[in-house]
């Protein structure tokens, strides 16, 4: 534990206690609102390890390679919430989980990000390099045409629309070989630290060793799935006593939950004035989560009880379509002022207050 301030060392006893407790709610079965809450919280608290990890591995590696790597843990909750509710046959938990996922860190992290970045710019704009938002809107956009195509089709009923489950494949496996020819060049082109990079950097080398710093961005992604199954475990009592509507929890609650990581990486790296990390680490969970978790989802899920395809509801659909928009509008040329990090804010407040009467 070497390089840990003990303010540090305190703070991870303390969401390893809340992680057990955690546990303990869920398998001791107690009252919804308590087991709920208390998943949460130890959810945001490994959300912090992670993000105090993955600062400390950008010390080592380009923020490409570092967001890649936080955002891959990040989405495992993802992974495993939607691979269980498709076990349990429920599809529509399974499709507002993956939805809901793209939604909260195109609009709501990325736009806090931009806020708080912004913010801490001497002159009000956040800025970043140009490559990333653009390759992420480029990825986002070929998700949406599938699903935008599906969407017309089953709505006019076409011939086309009786084949949805192939189609659905040939996309997914069109969407995961289009994702691996621009992520390899993507991590290769990375550039390290000091080379023309960020300047809040370390002038002494990293702070903690690479095993330790390993150890914690591992165990605080494999943590956060395991809890994040507690959380959706807990989840449909909890609403059910709180009366809240099972889209706002899927595309809300799950989401917000199951995005922490990214919630708590982006927005600390984003006050640091980390542009470049804290713009990686939430626009590579989008790129990752639209053009290859959902894609392999659809692949996995042919193996399961229920199968998950690319056919969204209209209200989806749209807002999938319109987020892509948004997404290329505000970061595509490298900069954002603190009003479009509200503006993204706004959208999806907007379209939380519609699912609270879905």
Known sequence: MAGLT??????????????????????????????FALATLALAGLAWIVSFATEALGERFGPGVTGMMQSTLGNLPELFVVIF???????????????????????????????VGARRSQDGLMRFSKRLPRDTATLLQVTVFIIVLLGLSLANHD????HVKAISIVGAVCLLIVY????????RSDTLPGDGGESDRAADGPRLSLRLTLVLLLAGGAASAFVSEWFVAGLEPAITQLHISQAFAGLVIVAIAGNAVE????????????????????????????????PVLVLVS??????????????????LALTALALWQVTGDGEAAEFEGWALVALYVILATLTLYE
């Open 6 to 35: 003990s303010r540090e060392r305190v703070f991870l006893a303390l969401v390893a206690a809340l992680t057990a407790l955690a546990g303990a709610a869920n398998y001791g079965a107690w009252a919804p609102v308590p087991r």
């Open 85 to 115: 509710a498709l076990k349990k046959a429920e599809l529509v938990v399974a499709q507002t989980a993956i939805v809901g996922s793209i939604l909260a860190n195109a609009l709501l992290v990325l736009g806090l990000v931009v806020v």
């Open 159 to 162: 011939p086309a629309s009786h």
């Open 180 to 187: 691996l020819t621009w992520v390899v060049p993507y991590l």
């Open 263 to 294: 919630n708590a990486a982006g927005l600390n790296l984003a006050y640091k004035r980390r542009s470049d990390l804290a713009i990686s680490v939430v626009k590579n969970s989008v790129a990752q989560i639209a053009a290859f978790l959902f």
């Open 302 to 319: 042919f193996a399961l009880p229920t199968t998950l395809t690319f056919a969204l509801a209209p209200v989806y659909i749209g807002a």
